[in-house]
T-cell receptor
Framework: GQNIDQPTEMTATEGAIVQINCTYQTSGFNGLFWYQQHAGEAPTFLSYNVLDGLEEKGRFSSFLSRSKGYSYLLLKELQMKDSASYLCAVSDSNYQLIWGAGTKLIIKP | GAVVSQHPSRVICKSGTSVKIECRSLDFQATTMFWYRQFPKQSLMLMATSNEGSKATYEQGVEKDKFLINHASLTLSTLTVTSAHPEDSSFYIC??????????????FGPGTRLTVL
């Protein structure tokens, strides 16, 4: 079966760095997405990785290792507004997104 | 960037009535749109893939006669929840792919519709 695993909840301090991990097992792979979702709102796109390595975009970076079925989202210089759920999603062989359950990130002052 | 709108943002209806939710791609043509449902503290669940000019593809366990999807144009897909019941209360989100946006298959999400069935 297809499976995406990510931690349910994480807590971090304002100004610090946090890494959210995602492991996946899917039928085929056409890229991995990270989305941010604030409570009561739709997801917003953060990053896309299809090749191994690190993609950096401002305070957010995303890493992918296809051989390990592993990705992480790195958030630097955390701000209170970063408190949200972070969803990992993999595009499978049919280009359908398989979603993780999301990681709720709590930022403390 | 690609923008997707949804209407209404919130709807409250009585049990047994039908509710229509519209999803529009505002600045691009979307041959494929997706309808998701999200219950509190859970992840997105794909309900169906909506293809312009053809029948929608429903995920296992989703009743196609209850959740009617129409994708009549390249910019509009509608989801009608027929004979709604309280257990249908959820957050419904649509998304669309912009074919001109490159190879990353990114889905652009509408703002969602909060449905409450009394």
């Amino acid at each position: 079966g297809q499976n995406i695993d990510q931690p349910t909840e994480m807590t971090a301090t304002e100004g610090a760095i946090v890494q959210i991990n995602c492991t996946y097992q899917t039928s085929g792979f056409n890229g991995l997405f990270w989305y941010q979702q604030h409570a009561g709102e739709a997801p917003t796109f953060l990053s896309y990785n299809v090749l191994d390595g690190l993609e950096e975009k401002g305070r957010f970076s995303s890493f992918l290792s296809r051989s390990k079925g592993y990705s992480y989202l790195l958030l630097k210089e955390l701000q209170m507004k970063d408190s949200a759920s972070y969803l990992c999603a993999v595009s499978d062989s049919n280009y359908q997104l398989i979603w993780g359950a999301g990681t709720k990130l709590i930022i403390k002052p | 960037g690609a923008v997707v709108s949804q209407h209404p943002s919130r709807v409250i209806c009585k049990s047994g009535t039908s509710v229509k939710i519209e999803c529009r791609s505002l600045d691009f043509q979307a041959t494929t749109m997706f309808w998701y449902r999200q219950f509190p503290k859970q992840s997105l669940m794909l309900m169906a893939t909506s293809n312009e000019g053809s029948k929608a593809t429903y995920e296992q366990g989703v009743e196609k006669d209850k959740f009617l999807i129409n994708h009549a144009s390249l910019t509009l897909s509608t989801l009608t929840v027929t004979s709604a019941h309280p257990e249908d209360s959820s957050f419904y989100i649509c998304s669309a792919r912009d074919p001109s946006a490159g190879d990353n298959n990114e889905q652009f999400f509408g703002p969602g519709t909060r449905l409450t069935v009394l």
